[in-house]
């Protein structure tokens, strides 16, 4: 498939590429997506445009926040081209553990069910880190927009998962 | 402050965006309301668990579908790249020889000024052998070939049009693109003319 030293070259740095971000472009679209075959679509066709745009690359910006543009866009276009399947409910086999870990398990079985605005922003900032400035330009929203659609998202979050978050000691940190 | 706060503004609060005099307010109530408080605990072990959530990986096979999709596009652009360049002038010259003198005899002044107009040569072996046939026989034949013609010519746009959905801004497949459609044009055009 790599027919010269310098394609060779190229090929080590973008599977070195691919090692480093994988994990997170995956992790994005499958929050965004809800769908794990849509997932892997999205992470492929994110990857194939890396690859393509990686000479034009200036590094105006950190790397991984220009694969990340690239990957929220790649979720975006997915969306608009294909409806949203069933999501998976909550009472689908998930056991409500009681510790600080069964937390991240019911935000990821409600994530499915939380608005598109407010599900974009939540895992951009609260689980993948981004700030609302940069969310803001990928997804052509203000600051303030942004801040206002995460405190939603964490509101909704709270409502779908009180009754199971009620009376464990470790949320009132006793 | 009467009511208990929105979990709007417990997140708000915990991220230090509300401004300060509702802050202060929020915070005497949080002193006093332990309903509120219940919720802001909530509210705050939902953002405290966030970052933390597993990173999930993409399954193995998808490193080899991303190498096989590049090195796919690659052999792509190639052909694309030797259909528009090499295949497509000479076909385009020697089957427009073909269909009008084929349909109409010998290959008319117009009709050879025409297509050196368009920078291709004519190729006078094919001419001379369609001009050769009878006028039926060389129609019957120019219909096959003329249809083979465009059909290749619509390849072509079809494959033009893939390239560009993937890079719209793509100079060189643009042009390609524009020449393609131009020529298919010219052809349906002298086709129905009747080669005038």
Known sequence: MVTTEREAGANVGFERLYEMYRGRVYSTAYRMLSNRADAEDVTQDVFVKVFKKLKSFRGDSAVSTWI??????????????????????????????????SVMRLIESALPRMAEGYRQVFVLHDIQGLKHEEIGKMLGITDGASKSQLHRARAFLRRELSPYLADRHWVRGE | MEQHCSEETLSAYLDGDLESEVSGRTAEHLAECEVCRESLAQVRAIRDAAPGMEQLLPPERTWGAIQERIHGERTRRSRLTRLFWVGVPALAAALLVVAVSGRFGKPTADALRSITHLGHTPVPSTAA?????????????????YGEYVRGIDHAI?????????????ARVLAAYAGASSDRRRAMDRLVSGGE
């Open chain 1, 68 to 101: 990340y543009r690239i990957a929220v866009n790649a979720c975006l276009d997915f969306r608009r081209r294909r409806r949203l399947r069933q999501a998976v409910s909550l009472d689908e086999g998930m056991e409500v553990g009681s510790t600080p870990l």
């Open chain 2, 158 to 170: 079809d494959e033009c049009r893939d390239a560009l959905d993937e890079n719209p801004g793509n």
């Open chain 2, 129 to 145: 052998a369609v001009s050769d046939l009878s006028r039926d026989r060389a129609a019957e034949q120019t219909a096959q070939e």
